[in-house]
């Protein structure tokens, strides 16, 4: 089976670099975008069955971002999955009700195993 593509949009290299290591070492194939603007640009070069994105992004946030992934690629709606270190922020939590994506709270703990 082929290894799942996964789009990480996260513009905290810290994070970016954390979650990109551990994505490979699962063996995804991981391409990363450090900006909403250029997580749009990525997926129109390439499939992806998993996004991950912050929902905290300069420019075009994680939100409108998935507003305008699912006009242009509605099969996508179901593979996004939303980071966030904002968790009492009201845009975070109605994006989520309105939507039922899956939501990963920064900061989280990584343990090898």
Request: with cysteine; aromatic share 6%; net charge neutral.
């Amino acid at each position: 089976m082929p290894a799942r593509k996964i789009l990480l949009i996260e513009d905290d290299a810290d994070v970016r670099n954390v979650l990109c290591e551990l994505l490979i070492k699962l063996n995804f194939l991981v391409d990363v975008a450090v900006s909403g603007p250029e997580a749009l640009r990525q997926l129109k070069k390439r499939h992806y069955d998993v996004i991950i994105s912050d929902i905290h992004l300069p420019g075009i946030d994680g939100s409108e971002v998935y507003e305008q992934v699912i006009v242009s690629y509605p099969h996508l709606a179901g593979c996004f999955i939303f980071t966030t270190g904002k968790t009492l922020d009201t845009k975070v939590t109605e994006h989520l009700q309105r939507h039922g994506n899956r939501c990963v709270l920064k900061s989280f703990r990584i343990s090898e195993s």
